[in-house]
């Protein structure tokens, strides 16, 4: 809906599809749709709306909420949203703003549940995956490019010191870098 040319009809004609809640709590996308048309109606008219869009979000979001069905739906989001930045973690693992705290902002979803969702989706927790997307991507700099220092391959590969790369280098693969390369 047009929000610049609406009419008390097409108002009503939301507010009938509200009625109709056992479809929209089975199809949360539409019932996403008919809240986003009803909240612009309501902001762009909030005079000649409040009351009838008001009372419609309130009943629409209640049900849905009750039904589960915006759990599912928002799971759903969140799992791509999560698919994406664990390709991000994969592509850019150097990237130092790759933070728990970041992603879930991302996610539009607080640090916990971001965490808990990420470990259910990949099987790790975010840290847990950044450090083996990082210790990858250092192997892959070790052999292919045995030219660069330690310290040159933690700064390429997201670790904040040649020590601490060295340390979970070893506590991941159970050698040194140094065993690594003589292989």
Not at 137 to 156: C, D, F, G, H, Y
Request: aromatic share 10%; net charge neutral.
């Amino acid at each position: 809906i047009d929000p610049s040319n609406v009419d008390n009809s097409q108002i009503a004609d939301l507010i009938a599809k509200v009625g109709e809640i056992e479809k929209l709590v089975k199809n949360p996308g539409e019932g996403e749709a008919i809240f986003s048309s009803l909240l612009r109606l309501w902001s762009r008219y909030p005079e000649n709306t409040f009351p009838e869009c008001m009372q419609a979000l309130y009943s629409l979001y209640g049900q849905m909420l009750r039904s589960g069905s915006l759990d599912k739906y928002y799971a759903a989001n969140i799992r791509n949203t999560i698919l994406r930045i664990k390709e991000n973690m994969d592509h850019h693992p150097e990237d130092t703003g790759l933070t728990a705290e970041a992603m879930a902002r991302e996610a539009g979803v607080s640090e916990v549940y971001f965490r808990r969702v990420f470990k259910a989706t990949v099987g790790q927790s975010p840290n847990q995956y950044l450090i083996s997307a990082r210790l990858n991507r250092a192997m892959t700099l070790i052999v292919n490019a045995p030219e660069l220092s330690l310290e040159q391959i933690a700064e390429l590969s997201g670790f904040s010191t040649g020590s601490y790369l060295s340390a979970s280098f070893k506590q991941h693969f159970n050698m040194t870098i140094r065993e690594f390369k003589r292989r």
